[in-house]
């Protein structure tokens, strides 16, 4: 199928969808019409991981593509997502909402520059955060996610050399917590590099009993008042499993709505960014996330566009560390299950 011109420039489908048309039963139809499936960011707006196959951080919709049997994946996140979606699936169509939907911290490394950063740095191994473009995955020997980084890079014998990139937070909070002194690559999430420290403390002091949570990629000074450091996923579960009734969440606020159905007697509040006055939100959102909306998955399950495409000799090379990532968390996981 031809998609227009105007559409390609813009990077989406752009098309209005008729009012009289139930967007939900319609992309519920199309998906099961075309053997599709739709995967959602915890950090997508409600709507859309309401109406997700599944929802997760990056491992875990990671683990979920490479196990799927849907002839096509919808990827509602970013685009290097759709990237490790179609690396582990180079058979299936994979589709993202918009291609304009990019990541920050994956932008803050090129391959190129992580070439040569790996070159002033003889005989270390690189081990690359999940936030990355495939061509930095092709240079990489593991892939981590925040949910498994200090697991993985337990796994290195004590004295192995380690390039970590691209964020710095995670990457400085994972030598903290394992006693190495891994290179770090100097990158950053704009999310999580712009919450204020001043506006944090306020909340706690009006909610003196409220739990702190704090995503790694975030500041050492964020992450030094935090009650508990996690990722996506490992903050949701906390929330749910403790017996606070206030907690205070510094990582993209997307992550409330799932604590919000998982804890509805709860109350979440979104920890503001250092930009909260000039902005007039109180929240941090990622705006490549905000991308994904319901009109968009509409048009893109109807038209199978944008779709993802890989170099193949760069899929060969960057599915290896993500294979051994999910190699190694599934492997941990059940030496863990066996104690």
């Known amino acids: 199928m031809l998609v227009k011109d105007s559409w390609r420039e813009k990077g989406y489908v752009d098309e209005p969808v008729p009012s009289d048309v139930d967007l939900k039963s319609e992309i519920r139809r199309m998906c099961k019409e075309k053997n599709a499936v739709i995967l959602a960011h915890y950090y997508t707006d409600g709507e859309v991981q309401d109406i997700a196959d599944f929802v997760g951080d990056s491992l875990a919709l990671a683990q979920w593509s490479a196990k799927t049997d849907a002839d096509i994946i919808v990827m509602c996140g970013v685009h290097f997502m759709g990237e490790t979606n179609k690396i582990l699936c180079p058979g299936k169509k994979v589709l993202v909402l918009d291609l304009n939907a990019g990541c920050s911290l994956a932008d803050s490394c090129n391959a190129d520059d992580l070439s040569k950063f790996i070159d002033e740095h003889p ?73 204020s420290l001043e506006a944090i403390l306020k909340l706690k002091e009006e909610h003196p009993g409220a739990k702190v949570l704090v995503h790694p990629e975030c500041p050492a000074p964020i992450q030094k008042i935090a009650d508990v450091i996690g990722s996506t996923a490992g903050l949701l579960n906390y929330s749910v499993k403790d017996d606070a009734e206030v907690f205070i969440v510094a990582t993209e606020s997307g992550i409330l709505h799932e604590m919000r159905k998982a804890s509805p007697d709860k109350t979440f509040i979104p920890a503001p960014p250092e930009a909260t006055e000039t902005i007039g939100c109180s929240c941090n959102e990622c705006s490549f996330m905000k991308l994904n909306t319901m009109r968009k998955l509409y048009n893109t399950l109807k038209y199978e566009w944008p779709e993802i495409e890989v170099d193949k000799d760069v899929a060969e090379k960057a599915v290896r560390p993500i294979e051994k990532m999910l190699e190694i968390s599934k492997s941990l996981k059940s030496a863990m299950s066996s104690k």
Request: glycine fraction near 10%.
């Open 123 to 195: 005989g270390h191994k690189v081990v690359s955060y999940v936030n990355t473009t495939a061509a930095v995955k092709a240079l990489t020997d593991v892939v981590v996610t925040s949910s498994n980084a200090k697991l993985i890079i337990d796994s290195f014998p004590q004295d192995e050399k380690l390039i970590f990139g691209p964020d710095k937070n995670l990457g400085a909070y994972i030598n903290s917590v394992t006693g190495r002194d891994m290179v770090l690559w100097n990158g950053g999430c704009h999310v999580h590099g712009q919450f």
